[in-house]
């Protein structure tokens, strides 16, 4: 079983609550909306990051990290992007030759509320906002289990 760390819309600001509920995880993947790169410095002190710009992002970000990545995770193939959305939206976010039916699941954030859940047979996921700068929703993160044919997902509010 491999165990990740998901997280979104950070926003500059990387509250000291997550790095214990992170300790473990095999890859921290964040879903944009970054706000500096100290944010990421500080999460690859637990584990490697895999991350992706957000809508909100400067310079910086944008420049270091694209707006989707494939991630293979034990042969589960996932989209990380930043905005989530309809099936004909994600599907134009996948390079050329892959299909909805080779993602199993579609981790995003940018909309601020959690979710876990599956939908012809993808798994969608958003671990909310983390940041506490985002003061009308209660700051959340989420580990992904993932192992023996299975996904779990667990939002963690903080």
Same mark, same amino acid.
């Given at each position: 079983?491999?165990?990740?760390?998901?997280?979104?819309?950070?926003?500059?600001?990387?509250?000291?609550?997550?790095?214990?509920? @992170?300790?473990?995880?095999? !890859?921290?993947?964040?879903?944009?909306? *970054?706000?500096?790169?100290?944010? *990421?410095?500080?999460?690859?002190?637990?584990?490697?990051?895999?991350?992706?710009?957000?809508?909100?992002?400067?310079?910086? =970000?944008?420049?270091?990290?694209?707006?989707? !990545?494939?991630?293979? =995770?034990?042969?589960?193939?996932?989209?990380?992007?930043?905005?989530?959305?309809?099936?004909?939206?994600?599907?134009?976010?996948?390079?050329?030759?892959?299909?909805?039916?080779?993602?199993?699941?579609? *981790?995003?954030?940018?909309?601020?509320?959690?979710?876990?859940? !599956?939908?012809?047979?993808? @798994?969608?996921?958003?671990?909310?906002?983390?940041?506490?700068?985002?003061?009308?929703?209660?700051?959340?993160?989420? &580990? &992904?289990?993932?192992?023996?044919?299975?996904?779990?997902?667990?939002?963690?509010? @903080?």
């Amino acid at each position: 079983m491999i165990k990740i760390g998901v997280l979104s819309d950070t926003h500059g600001y990387l509250d000291p609550k997550i790095i214990p509920l @992170f300790q473990g995880v095999m !890859q921290i993947l964040h879903a944009g909306d *970054i706000g500096s790169l100290e944010v *990421i410095t500080q999460l690859e002190k637990v584990a490697p990051v895999i991350a992706v710009h957000g809508n909100g992002d400067i310079n910086s =970000v944008l420049k270091r990290f694209p707006d989707r !990545q494939i991630v293979t =995770v034990s042969s589960n193939n996932i989209l990380l992007t930043h905005i989530g959305g309809p099936l004909t939206r994600l599907k134009n976010l996948l390079p050329e030759g892959m299909s909805l039916e080779d993602i199993d699941m579609v *981790i995003y954030g940018h909309s601020h509320s959690p979710e876990f859940r !599956q939908r012809d047979g993808l @798994f969608f996921f958003n671990p909310g906002a983390a940041s506490i700068k985002m003061c009308y929703v209660t700051p959340s993160v989420g &580990l &992904l289990t993932i192992g023996e044919g299975k996904i779990k997902g667990d939002i963690v509010t @903080f």
